[in-house]
């Protein structure tokens, strides 16, 4: 079953912070998160595991609550460069499945 | 590091004929590669994985007859649309991992496919 992001949009002045959320009926053993600009391929910016390790950029930020199923993507200090649109990707089990994709939340930021 | 390749980047066919399309790890030996497929604003949505070696797994709904996926090592998986019509046109996307530590998936640039 595909995960609920919200919020489904968000804009954003630069330097402002934002939340995007997660949240699947599944439990979930990981939660992968992307950023897709229009037109191109997603780019791996997080992978969050239960039990708690995680990979990913140091400018980004998520948290991932097993219990709830959910995952947050934090989004501090926002530049330009951030706009896109933001996946959040869910296995159910470990080994190496494919992602079941949330709908996206676009963000848009603004000088 | 992680770089993935597809090939074409866009192709336009008349309906009926049959569109391959390539995807390579290249920087690594992909133990499993992905095959999206995405429409105009809207999700990427799995359409099967590939093993080097071995038969892919099809998600549901996907025709295993129309959509052929040939793994033929660890570096280059291939994508066959046969007998594209109208309905196929999209954008496909393809995605990489080496599966240890993480299933951290590294996706191509996508090719987009315009069936006339």
């Known amino acids: 079953q595909q995960p609920v992001q919200s919020p489904q949009a968000v804009i954003l002045r630069e330097g402002e912070d934002a939340v995007i959320n997660c949240s699947s009926s599944?439990?979930?053993?990981?939660v992968h998160w992307y950023r897709q600009k229009h037109g191109e391929a997603p780019v791996f910016l997080m992978i969050?595991?239960?039990?708690?390790e995680q990979k990913g950029h140091e400018k980004i930020s998520a948290s991932f609550n097993e219990k709830k199923q959910q995952s947050s993507l934090y989004l501090t200090a926002s530049q330009l460069s951030y706009s896109g649109t933001y996946f959040c990707?869910?296995?159910?089990?470990?080994?190496?499945?494919?992602?079941?994709f949330g709908k996206g939340t676009h963000l848009i930021i603004q000088p | 590091g992680a770089v993935v390749s597809q090939h074409p980047s866009w192709v336009i066919c008349k309906s009926g004929t049959s569109v391959k399309i390539e995807c390579r790890s290249l920087d690594f030996q992909a133990t499993t590669m992905f095959w999206y497929r995405q429409f105009p604003k809207q999700s990427l949505m799995l359409m099967a994985t590939s093993n080097e070696g071995s038969k892919a797994t099809y998600e549901q709904g996907v025709e295993k007859d129309k959509f052929l996926i040939n793994h033929a090592s660890l570096t280059l998986s291939t994508l066959t649309v046969t007998s594209a019509h109208p309905e196929d046109s999209s954008f496909y996307i393809c995605s990489a991992t080496q599966a240890n530590p993480y299933n951290e998936q590294f996706f191509g640039p996508g090719t987009r496919l315009t069936v006339l």
């Open positions: 969050l595991l239960k039990g708690g």
């Open positions: 599944k439990a979930l053993y990981s």
């Open positions: 990707g869910t296995e159910s089990r470990g080994g190496a499945d494919g992602l079941t």
